[in-house]
């Protein structure tokens, strides 16, 4: 134990674990899960870790932290889970490893849409990418 808090947060409410699941660093993922950090800890903008893993692409944080106990059809204050914003950024494996963990779609999704049409963008696409792109600067500066 080296003292650190692995729950602190910076000033828009990212965790280590939001910055390392950001960017795909499956062995710091699993130092700090093993330190005790919170898989459910929400950002400011109600994102979870594993939605900073879905966004960009990376299926091992994504199924570590599924194992991990992630609430995968979690949704983002702005209505998002985790497989609609993998498929907005087209990241089908992602996608997959969701699904088959029984993610569901928002319920804005479209009605009758029961499978995952993998490879085809979300119905959210420019909503989900501003909203994206908004999260991956809060990242970002908070991991400064």
Same mark, same amino acid.
């Given at each position: 134990?080296?003292?650190?808090?692995?729950?602190?947060?910076?000033?828009?409410?990212?965790?280590?674990?939001?910055?390392?699941?950001?960017?795909?660093?499956?062995?710091?993922?699993?130092?700090?899960?093993?330190?005790?950090?919170?898989?459910?800890?929400?950002?400011?903008?109600?994102?979870?870790?594993?939605?900073?893993?879905?966004?960009?692409?990376?299926?091992?944080?994504?199924?570590?932290?599924?194992?991990?106990?992630?609430?995968?059809?979690?949704?983002? #204050?702005?209505?998002?889970?985790?497989?609609?914003?993998?498929?907005?950024?087209?990241?089908?494996?992602?996608?997959?490893?969701?699904?088959?963990?029984?993610?569901?779609?928002?319920?804005?999704?479209?009605?009758? #849409?029961?499978?995952?049409?993998?490879?085809?963008? #979300?119905?959210?696409?420019?909503?989900?990418?501003?909203?994206?792109?908004?999260?991956?600067?809060?990242?970002?500066?908070?991991?400064?």
């Amino acid at each position: 134990d080296g003292g650190a808090d692995v729950a602190a947060k910076g000033p828009r409410g990212a965790t280590c674990l939001h910055v390392v699941a950001t960017n795909g660093h499956e062995g710091l993922t699993v130092m700090l899960l093993d330190a005790g950090a919170d898989v459910a800890a929400e950002s400011s903008k109600g994102w979870a870790a594993h939605h900073f893993a879905a966004t960009n692409g990376h299926a091992g944080v994504v199924r570590m932290l599924r194992v991990a106990g992630a609430h995968v059809s979690a949704k983002t #204050s702005g209505g998002f889970t985790a497989l609609d914003l993998a498929q907005a950024k087209g990241h089908e494996e992602v996608a997959r490893v969701l699904w088959d963990a029984g993610a569901a779609r928002a319920a804005s999704a479209p009605a009758g #849409s029961a499978e995952v049409p993998l490879g085809q963008k #979300s119905p959210h696409g420019a909503q989900a990418a501003s909203a994206i792109q908004g999260l991956m600067r809060a990242a970002s500066d908070a991991a400064r």
